[in-house]
């Protein structure tokens, strides 16, 4: 079975400042990897996914995550957080070829510092 | 595209009364979900189904009902609202399980 950590529930920052929301998973199969985001009082949004080829993801708003199979992580990166940046931000693992069903970590808190 | 559309967006219910959420997709996805979310533990999945007629439990089905009838609407039954179903749900769809998930505005449900 897949699992997914989040090692951080709040993170805060400046703005402007640089960002990273770390994300760990557990597998023995290969997987794919997922960045949500949840602006407030909203439902959740893709912000990247990983499936294969290149370890380094773009995703919207600027948003980037690094896909390390020997460390099993997928940490979530941006140069520089705009207010607009406060979401909770969650993790998610599923297996590769044919799933039902992809596994979410509990998620982190970005709250933007002005 | 309205994508995917829950009604209603609050309900406050008393324990032991029923009620159904409504959740519609218009995107032909094959895939919907139900999950519930609570402050700090995430999203967990209560029932999905893979298409029309078929349903299957997620990680906590109890307490919960589900039936897909067609494509486009994957609706959840509340029998006996219990406190602990206080939580805010969401109803969610994709093309194919282990990919992209689309999800619905959410509905903030209390039981009291």
């Known amino acids: 079975a897949q699992s997914v950590t989040q090692l951080d529930s709040q993170v805060p920052v400046f703005e402007e400042a640089p960002v990273e929301l770390r994300c760990n998973y557990s597998s023995s199969v290969s997987v794919y990897l997922f960045w949500y985001v949840q602006y407030p009082n909203q439902g959740l949004q893709l912000l990247l996914k990983?499936?294969?080829?290149?370890?380094l993801v773009k995703g919207i708003n600027g948003f980037e995550a690094e896909f390390n199979k020997s460390q099993t992580s997928f940490h979530l990166r941006k140069p520089s957080v705009h207010i607009s940046d406060t979401a909770e931000y969650f993790c998610a693992v599923s297996r590769t070829g044919r799933d039902d069903k992809i596994i979410f970590g509990k998620g982190t808190r970005l709250h933007i510092l002005p | 595209n309205a994508g995917v559309t829950q009604t209603p967006k609050f309900r406050i219910l008393k324990i032991g009364q029923s009620m159904t959420l409504q959740c519609t997709q218009d995107?032909?996805?094959?895939?919907m979900y139900w999950y519930r979310q609570d402050p700090g533990m995430g999203l967990k999945l209560i029932y999905y189904?893979?298409?029309?007629?078929?349903?299957d439990k997620g990680e906590v089905p109890n307490g919960y009902n589900v039936s897909r009838s067609t494509t486009e609407d994957f609706p959840l039954r509340l029998e006996l609202a219990a406190p602990s179903q206080t939580s805010v749900y969401f109803c969610?769809?994709?093309?194919?399980?282990?990919?992209?998930?689309?999800f619905g505005p959410g509905t903030r449900l209390t039981v009291t």
């Open positions: 969610a769809s994709s093309k194919q399980g282990a990919y992209e998930q689309y």
């Open positions: 995107m032909n996805h094959n895939y």
């Open positions: 990983y499936l294969s080829g290149s370890t």
């Open positions: 189904s893979v298409g029309a007629g078929i349903t």
